[in-house]
């Protein structure tokens, strides 16, 4: 067992009830993508087609991230839990270097879009730090930095301890430049820039059918896109 740590956000549920609300769709229109779903995965992909000049339409049956987005941890970590010698033994060392490299521009990507579209999240880089439980070797850890650097993380190295007051880690391996955020207030920020792009959010529709064609057509109970 393996642990990964970053500084906490505040999780309350105040914070979680941050997520914009958009209106239910009351009629049937047409756009060029109609995108199900307004997590981070959903409202990302409607951002950049938003940006490329695709009229674009977000459907979720409840509120803007309001599943499993409101729920994570808001970690945003190259560090990931797979584990760099799993990957490589599974994939070979490219599979492990395009983890890495996605991981790493996916971080990148989100900095990048809070400072283009003045997204005010909590945006912050910071350190990560993987350790194993009281006891246990640290022969994994030396396989996994050993795998990182192959993978082309050449800035992972040891540390001697988490910086945790409560707990000693022990050694440890340090993550440099992980990142973490508010995603609700993220995707409060996509959600405005969608909007300025001339997309389309409904929140409180749920989709019932889809199909595939020309053009395609996804129906919910108030209209279809």
């Known amino acids: 067992m393996f ?3 970053l500084v906490g956000i505040d999780g309350s549920p105040q914070s979680l009830r941050a997520a914009k609300t958009a209106g239910e769709l009351a009629r049937t229109m047409s756009a060029d993508v109609c995108i199900v779903g307004a997590g981070i995965a959903g409202m990302t992909t409607g951002y950049f087609l938003a940006r490329e000049g695709r009229s674009v339409v977000v459907l979720d049956d409840g509120r803007i991230g309001g599943g499993m ?4 941890t808001a970690h945003l970590s190259n560090a990931i839990d797979d584990r760099y010698h799993e990957i490589e033994r599974m994939h070979g060392e490219l599979g492990a270097k395009l983890a890495a490299q996605s991981h790493t521009a996916a971080i990148d990507r ?3 879009i809070v400072a283009q579209e003045q997204i005010n999240c909590d945006f912050e880089r910071l350190d990560g730090y993987l350790f194993v439980p ?3 070797s ?3 850890l030396e396989r996994e930095l050993d795998a990182a650097h192959r993978a082309g993380l050449a800035d992972v190295d040891w540390a001697q301890r988490a910086p945790m007051a409560s707990f000693d880690t022990g050694r440890c391996l340090r993550f440099p430049r ?3 955020f508010h995603p609700l207030k993220y995707l ?3 959600a405005r820039a969608i909007e300025r792009g001339g997309g389309r959010i409904f929140t409180g529709t749920h989709a019932t059918d889809m199909h595939g064609g020309h053009p395609a057509r996804i129906e919910t109970s108030q209209g279809s896109v």
Not at 69 to 72: G, K, L, N, V
Request: proline share 5%; hydrophobic share 25%.
């Open 188 to 190: 409060a920020g996509l």
């Open 134 to 136: 009281p006891g246990q």
């Open 178 to 180: 992980q990142g973490q």
């Open 3 to 5: 642990r990964k740590i």
């Open 110 to 112: 989100i900095e990048a």
């Open 138 to 140: 640290t022969d994994v």
């Open 69 to 72: 987005t409101e729920r994570t």
